[in-house]
T-cell receptor
């Protein structure tokens, strides 16, 4: 079956760096997405990786290793507003998006 | 960037009422739209995928006669919850996917449905 794993919850300190990991096993691969979802709100698109390597976008970076079925989202200079759930999702061979359960990130002062 | 508008943002109504939720892609054409449901502190659950001009594909366990989906144009999809009951109370979110890779899904703001 198709499976995406990410930690349920993580805690980090304001100003620090945090890495949220995601591993996947899917039927085919057409890219991996990271979304941010604040409580009570809809998800917002953060990043897309389809080739191996690191994509940097401001304070957020996303990394992909297709051979390992692994990605991470790196958040630098953490701010209180970064407290949210971070969702990993993989586009499979049928272009269907397979969602992880999300990682709740708690930022402490 | 791509904008998806979802309306209404909140609905409170009596049991037995039918509720219609609209999802519009404002600045791009969406050949595919998705409808999700999310219960408190749970992950997104895909209900159905709709392609413009064809019948929606429902996920297992989702009643197609209960949740009517219409995708009549490249910019509009509607979800109608028919004869809603308290157990249908949830956060309903639509998303739209642009044509061509990488096809990120852009989400509407969601509709919080409360059935009394």
């Amino acid at each position: 079956g198709q499976n995406i794993d990410q930690p349920t919850e993580m805690t980090a300190t304001e100003g620090a760096i945090v890495q949220i990991n995601c591993t996947y096993q899917t039927s085919g691969f057409n890219g991996l997405f990271w979304y941010q979802q604040h409580a009570g709100e809809a998800p917002t698109f953060l990043s897309y990786n389809v080739l191996d390597g690191l994509e940097e976008k401001g304070r957020f970076s996303s990394f992909l290793s297709r051979s390992k079925g692994y990605s991470y989202l790196l958040l630098k200079e953490l701010q209180m507003k970064d407290s949210a759930s971070y969702l990993c999702a993989v586009l499979d061979s049928n272009y269907q998006l397979i969602w992880g359960a999300g990682t709740k990130l708690i930022i402490k002062p | 960037g791509a904008v998806v508008s979802q309306h209404p943002s909140r609905v409170i109504c009596k049991s037995g009422t039918s509720v219609k939720i609209e999802c519009r892609s404002l600045d791009f054409q969406a050949t595919t739209m998705f409808w999700y449901r999310q219960f408190p502190k749970q992950s997104l659950m895909l209900m159905a995928t709709s392609n413009e001009g064809s019948k929606a594909t429902y996920e297992q366990g989702v009643e197609k006669d209960k949740f009517l989906i219409n995708h009549a144009s490249l910019t509009l999809s509607t979800l109608t919850v028919t004869s809603a009951h308290p157990e249908d109370s949830s956060f309903y979110i639509c998303s739209a996917s642009e044509t061509g890779p990488p096809r990120p899904q852009h989400f509407g703001d969601g509709t919080r449905l409360s059935i009394l």
